[in-house]
């Protein structure tokens, strides 16, 4: 835990390198990171809140599903899934559209998780393995490993012990190259 007197101090780190960004949304993002990096996700939630009706006109939809997503990851700590699962859809759909691989397996492995917590499980191994596809289209290991191992998750929790041990092997496998 971060000690409460530099907290201040962190929440206002100024954004550095906008590349073609919007600088005050810059800054935002980084201070909800910190907001939520130390449990503040009420605050969070209220600037990512805000940065959401900087977008809501249409001037910049990219920024707009990345920004629900955020929200979507607060609104899931705090344990409003299904506001959070409506939040991932709506992002998730954006980045669909766009053909924008890495924004649609960051979006679909949190509707695979959030389907997950909400006990849907044949529907989050859906979504888990488009993050899966997603993920190896564009070779980021993390985001493999992430999906391999929620699938892996999946088929223990439905007593698929040997697709899930598959999954656990492989993500295993990916941890020693990361």
């Given at each position: 835990m971060i000690p409460h007197r530099y907290i201040p101090r962190l929440l206002w780190v100024a954004a550095s390198n906008a590349k073609g960004g919007w600088y005050p949304y810059g800054v935002m993002l980084r201070k909800q990171s910190v907001l939520e990096l130390v449990g503040r996700w009420d605050e969070a939630e209220t600037m990512l809140g805000r940065a959401m009706t900087m977008f809501e006109d249409g001037t910049d939809l990219q920024k707009l599903a990345d920004t629900?997503?955020?929200?979507?990851?607060?609104?899931?700590?705090?344990?409003?899934?299904?506001?959070?699962?409506?939040?991932?859809?709506?992002?998730?759909?954006?980045?669909?559209?766009?053909?924008?691989?890495?924004?649609?397996?960051?979006?679909?492995?949190?509707?695979?998780?959030?389907?997950?917590?909400?006990?849907?499980?044949?529907?989050?191994?859906?979504?888990?393995?488009?993050?899966l596809e997603m993920s190896r289209a564009i070779g980021d290991l993390r985001y493999i490993s992430r999906a391999v191992g929620n699938i892996g998750n999946v088929c223990a929790m439905q007593g698929r012990w040997e697709e899930a041990e598959e999954n656990y092997l492989e993500k295993i496998k990916l941890a020693e190259q990361i």
């Open positions: 629900r997503n955020s929200l979507g990851v607060i609104l899931l700590k705090k344990g409003r899934l299904y506001e959070a699962l409506e939040l991932y859809r709506r992002a998730h759909d954006y980045h669909v559209a766009n053909n924008d691989p890495e924004g649609t397996a960051r979006t679909a492995g949190n509707i695979g998780m959030a389907l997950w917590m909400t006990g849907e499980r044949d529907q989050a191994v859906k979504y888990f393995r488009q993050a």
